[in-house]
């Protein structure tokens, strides 16, 4: 249960920091928004790191494969694409394709088992939940 309420938290801080990331790259530019942004949640980890954890970065550096030490490098585009979308769309409706999106794609990790996450059958029940999703999106943006 507490994923759950973690998850709805996540959610809400990505919609809000979208708006907020927008705007600040409305009054500067686009990479100095991004370089601010991953610039100060490092500080927050930096500081989170030092009193919750200590553990050695050479088991961050340890990691196989090595991909997987780019979601650093995913961030920064996850932040200019989330600006790039919420500027275009608005908030509501960047938010949903973004969230539509995640959806699909953790679907097809799952699937077929990619990155090392345990391979889950095949579930009608999912894909008809991401086009009941689809339809959602197709509704809210509908303009009578």
Known sequence: MIGFFIALISGALMSVQGVFNTKVTEASSMWAANAFVQFTA????ILAWL????TSFRDVIAVEPKYFLLG?????FI????????DAL????????????QLIIAYLIELFGLFGVEKQPFSWRKVIGALVAIGGFVLFKWEV
């Open 90 to 101: 608005g908030p509501a409706k960047a938010v949903m394709l973004i969230v539509i999106s």
């Open 72 to 76: 650093g490098v995913m961030g920064a």
């Open 42 to 45: 490092f500080l927050v980890c």
């Open 51 to 54: 009193f919750a954890d200590r």
């Open 79 to 86: 932040t200019l694409t989330v600006i790039k979308s919420m």
